[in-house]
Structure formats: C-alpha cells, structure tokens
C-alpha cells in the first residue's frame, strides 16, 4: 500500500501543469470563476446592444451588421463572430464541467448526509444555483434555434433581426420562458459574482459587503435590461 500511494505520487508530479491545475478542486474553481466574469461580460453587452431596440429597426439593425463587419479588414465579414461564438462555447462547456466535477467530487466526498446537520443561512439564490444553471444552459440553446437560426420562430426573417425580436416577443408564452430564464440568470449572478470574488481573492472583510452590493446591483441592473424588451413589445409600447 504504501508503494502503490508512492507510485500515485510520482505520477501525480509527472502531470503537466495544466492538468494538475484543472485536476484540483482551487483549479476547477477559478476556472469556474474566470469563465463566469467572462460570460457575464458578454452577457451584458449583449444586454446593451438588446437596448437598441428602443432606438428603432433601423438602429437595431445597423447593430447587428457592425457586429458581423467587426475587425474588417483585418478580419472577414462575420469572423469576428464566429470568434466570438467559439470562446463562449469554450467558456460555457469548460463552466458546466468544472461545476459538475466538483459537485460529484462534493458527493464522494460526504457520500451520507450528516445525521444531524445544522442549518446553514443561505439566500434563495445558493438554494437555486445548481438546478438554475441548468434551466440557463436549455435556455440558451432555445435562445440560438429562436433568434439566431430561426428554427422555432415561424415568423424569421433572415437578416432582419429587429422583425424577428419583435415577432417573437408578441407570442405570450415565448415572454414566459424568457422572463423565467432572466428570473435565473438574476439569481445566477447574484449569488456567483460573490462566490467567484472569494475564490479569486477579490474579497475581503472591508469589502465583501460592497461587493455583494455590487453583484446583486449587476444581477437587478442585467436582468431588467433584457426583461424590458419583451416586456416593451408585449405591452405595444415597441412595435
């Protein structure tokens, strides 16, 4: 037993850097916590750009060609999008994976729960993270086959992305599964901007408080700024 754990240990050394990072539960944990900032920063990019729609079909529009003329000419029409695409595919899957990795790994660790288990104070937002990321992943596939590719908007246009938003946002049950997805996004954030500040060292006795602040300010502030849209088109105030 005691050359067999010796071996382990030699090969545990003999593992690239990379691998022994993303192998311990700090790595999975700043990966979760760096590719989140990341998604929550084109999240509420794309959160502005969505405001445009405020502006008219013709502001909209514009928008959306600039994004697909981005970076010309050193970039091709549409390049940077397709950039764009595949760092927050890499970014989505390399989030759910370490999530899911230390969720099992938290599972093995503690196979039975505690007999007597004292409570914890937790937010709703703690309570709904886990099964609320998982409503978020379905969501953003229904979001790509809704107003990116078309396929459950009966009424798509190609190329005109204003028609297609404000298609889609008419239909009532459509505003439900958005405003239900927004409900989790808000909760998301909320509770994972705090946590990716604690594991990055952003946080600290002083400043926790206006941090948590921050993060919730960021999750209220996101959340209505999509919700708004929908909710604008559903009540005739976007046409």
């Known amino acids: 037993m005691v050359i067999d754990a010796a071996q382990r240990r030699v090969g ?21 916590a760096v590719t989140g900032a990341a998604l929550l920063g084109f999240v509420f990019a794309h959160m502005v750009g969505n405001l445009k729609t405020f502006f008219g079909a013709n502001d909209l529009d514009a928008y959306a060609h600039w994004l697909r003329t981005l970076g010309e000419p050193v970039l091709h029409y549409e390049w940077f999008l397709w950039i764009m695409r595949a760092g927050l595919v890499v970014a989505v899957v390399l989030h759910i ?41 379905v969501f953003v596939v229904w979001h790509i086959l809704d107003l990116t ?15 297609n938003l404000v298609a889609d946002f008419r239909v009532w049950w459509v505003n439900v599964i958005y405003l239900v997805a ?17 594991t990055l060292g952003i946080t600290s006795v002083t400043r926790e408080r206006a941090l948590k602040v921050f993060g919730r300010a960021t999750a209220i502030l996101t959340t209505a700024g999509f919700a708004v849209v929908p909710i604008a088109v559903m009540t005739g105030l976007v046409r």
């Not at 022994?20 to 944990?29: A, L, N, P, R």
């Not at 590719?149 to 028609?163: E, I, K, L, R, T």
Request: aromatic residues 8%; without cysteine; charged residues 25%.
């Open 12 to 32: 545990r050394e003999r593992r690239p850097a990379a691998r022994q990072f993303w192998d311990s539960t700090i790595g999975k944990k700043i990966v979760m």
């Open 97 to 137: 994976t370490a999530t899911v990795q230390l969720v099992r790994r938290d599972h093995r660790a503690r196979p039975v729960r505690y007999a007597h288990r004292r409570p914890v104070k937790a937010t709703f937002a703690v309570h709904t993270m886990r099964w609320g990321g998982a409503t978020l992943a």
């Open 149 to 163: 590719v078309g396929q459950v908007n009966q009424d798509f246009v190609a190329g005109d992305p204003y028609h």
């Open 182 to 198: 927004l409900a989790m996004l808000g909760l998301h954030i909320d509770h994972g901007f705090a946590s990716a500040a604690r």
